[in-house]
């Protein structure tokens, strides 16, 4: 099992910028790839962007050039640092991982983010 520990949402003004945290623990050495999604009230939830073990990330289009991820191997712990921030980003922050070899993922509890004046 793999246990994803959110943290760092909160609300922000338009055009700020916010870093959000995923502290992973348990059987992390099971972790291939991991990622940050989202979902707004009334909207399904979506991937935001992700990293896999030797870094390659992918990002949506309405985050790029925005928004940054990156992993701490050391921490066990990746981030999300998000600038320029729009209302349109408003939601709540999911972190995932996925292990490919027993094809599992794993979610953690949500963060809220709410980018407002």
């Known amino acids: 099992q793999v246990q994803l520990v959110e943290s760092g949402g909160g609300l922000v003004q338009p055009g700020g910028s916010l870093r959000l945290s995923c502290a992973a623990s348990?059987?992390?050495?099971?972790?291939?790839?991991m990622g940050w999604y989202r979902q707004a009230p009334g909207k399904e939830r979506e991937l935001v962007a992700s990293i896999t073990g030797v870094g390659n990330t992918n990002y949506a289009d309405s985050v790029k050039g925005r928004f940054t991820i990156s992993r701490d191997n050391a921490k066990n712990t990746m981030y999300l640092q998000m600038n320029s921030l729009k209302p349109e980003d408003t939601a709540v922050y999911y972190c995932n991982a996925k292990d490919y070899i027993l094809g599992s993922e794993y979610w953690g509890q949500g963060t809220q983010l709410t980018v407002s004046s």
């Open positions: 348990g059987s992390i050495f099971r972790i291939n790839a």
